[in-house]
């Protein structure tokens, strides 16, 4: 399809969907999640068992998976000065209250644990405008904006007011949902997928992915993160499990083709992270990019997925219901999620 100049931008990158789904589009693949695939997912029910795919938020424990993101902290609210737990309201002149009350904050990393990234998590250096210059810009061509220099500037990413997760919080995600098991195939062992692999598991599997559905690939990540039980061990964290490798370019261009609408995994980010070696100027997170600058796919990271994908093997199926909402969060960069599987 030939560039869709808008007032954002004159030129798109090569092999993105920017325009495609309108000059304002905010929701990328979310689009191709329709009422008809919602009555998709609901058909995949057939026993009505449910399935919880969020990690506990406090794992995976400390700062040694990223760095810059810390586990949460859950404290009471003050009332007068003392913590607000199991408050008993004073009498009054018409009755002695019985009620005992609590209550609570957190302060939470929203992408520490099981996570959505929104499309304003990853951006990248691209000449939208036509002029010869690079800029920072985002999916469909939303600028980046002023460039955050200090904590003053903090408050909040400054394209996310389009494109933060509250978007898709709003839309719903809820639809058909597609399981590819890598650890039945590979192991826990560290493990570099690229096209032929993944097309190899898709096959022996008898799995079929369509338009619009969201697609999980289970490697047992989950599993090594709760064995470690929230004191990760750093050999463990950084040597175990299949991942994407995000350089191969016929894998990305089978997400492409495939027209999935969202990608989720039980790793840490989806693709093998640092990604293989690239030449000249190029992403350090090239399925990021691809996906989340480019397409407009979300991708969901460090979900639970090991308990629904042995159920889905053992019962001869690798398609369920998917209900996924992130925190309706105005201008959020990704979000904590409880996704449900129903079976």
């Not at 209250?97 to 691209?126: C, E, R």
């Not at 690229?194 to 559905?213: F, R, T, W």
């Not at 370019?249 to 039980?266: F, K, M, N, P, Y």
């Not at 997170?285 to 994908?309: D, I, M, N, Q």
């Amino acid at each position: 399809m030939a560039d869709q100049p808008n007032p954002r931008w004159k030129r798109r990158p090569e092999g993105s969907t920017w325009g495609d789904f309108g000059p304002d589009d905010q929701l990328g693949r979310l689009n191709l999640v329709t009422p008809e695939k919602v009555r998709q997912g609901v058909a995949e029910v057939k026993e009505g068992r449910t399935f919880c795919l969020s990690l506990p938020l406090d794992f995976p424990g400390g700062s040694k998976l990223a760095a810059r993101r810390y586990p949460p902290v859950l404290r009471p609210t003050e009332r007068d000065g003392r913590p607000n737990i199991n408050f008993r309201p004073p009498p009054n002149d018409d009755y002695e209250p019985t009620d005992i009350i609590s209550d609570d904050l957190v302060i939470l990393y929203l992408q520490y644990s099981t996570q959505w990234d929104s499309f304003a998590h990853v951006g990248a250096y691209f000449d939208a405008n036509g002029d010869g210059i690079a800029e920072p810009v985002y999916y469909n061509g939303y600028r980046a904006g002023i460039e955050v220099v200090g904590p003053d500037d903090m408050d909040g990413s400054p394209c996310a007011k389009a494109l933060g997760v509250e978007n898709m919080a709003v839309h719903g995600i809820q639809g058909r949902g597609v399981m590819i098991d890598l650890e039945a195939h590979f192991g826990r062992d560290k493990k570099l997928i690229g096209y032929d692999e993944l097309m190899a598991v898709i096959a022996a599997d008898k799995v079929v992915v369509e338009p619009g559905d969201i697609v999980c690939l289970r490697t047992g990540f989950d599993e090594v993160l709760l064995e470690m039980n929230r004191d990760p061990i750093g050999k463990r964290l950084h040597g175990s499990c299949a991942a994407l490798n995000g350089r191969d370019q016929r894998l990305l261009q089978w997400i492409t083709d495939s027209g999935l609408a969202v990608l989720a995994s039980d790793c840490f980010a989806v693709e093998a992270l640092p990604a293989q070696g690239g030449a000249g100027a190029c992403a350090s997170l090239p399925l990021h990019e691809h996906c989340l600058f480019k397409l407009g796919v979300h991708l969901g990271e460090l979900w639970r997925l090991s308990e629904l994908a042995d159920w889905l093997r053992a019962n001869g199926r690798s398609r369920f219901l998917m209900t996924a909402p992130p925190l309706r969060l105005p201008g959020a960069v990704g979000s904590p999620a409880t996704p449900i599987a129903t079976v």
